[in-house]
């Protein structure tokens, strides 16, 4: 899985790139995912390109549908990292409705996300999960490239943060 994301992103050593990449791998329901994703910062704006993911969870039975769930956890965990907080006050959420809790909006979609399954011939594991944890720690060594920061906490993007 880590071969076959490294090969599809086209992520070589010594070849420099104009965007800051960050890459991250998980494990959970018998299957193993990892994301390459590629970010640029310009003027504080983070704009995230491209996320190369790619998945080992046995036999995909419907290939449409397994590329959808990757591409939606890729966005929604995009989403959290960059702007997902959730605060308590005298121990109720302050943000209790959409209008209070920031998600991604469609211009800060990925621009491309490009996902492939490792093909073999073991039963099907999990799916729905297992892709939205790596998104994480991708865009924080994404960041960290781009802006020499470390990104330990979410939201990674705020007004209180500089990004440049």
Request: net charge positive; charged share 25%; hydrophobic share 40%.
């Amino acid at each position: 899985m880590l071969e076959l994301v490294r090969e599809k992103s086209g992520w070589t050593a010594g070849k420099k790139s104009k965007l800051s990449r960050g890459v991250a791998a998980y494990f959970c329901h018998n299957s193993y995912a990892a994301h390459v994703l590629d970010l640029s910062v310009k003027k504080g704006k983070v704009t995230v390109e491209k996320v190369t993911s790619a998945l080992d969870c046995g036999i995909i039975v419907n290939p449409l549908s397994a590329t959808n769930m990757v591409e939606g956890a890729v966005t929604d965990g995009i989403g959290n990292a960059f702007y997902g907080a959730l605060t308590f006050k005298n121990g109720q959420p302050e943000q209790n409705n959409f209008d209070k809790y920031r998600m991604i909006r469609i211009h800060e979609a990925p621009k491309a996300i490009d996902v492939h399954f490792v093909k073999n011939d073991i039963a099907p594991t999990g799916l729905g999960e297992p892709p939205f944890p790596p998104v994480f720690g991708a865009v924080a060594n994404a960041l960290y490239k781009a802006t020499g920061k470390r990104s330990y906490h979410q939201p990674f993007l705020s007004e209180e943060k500089e990004l440049d």
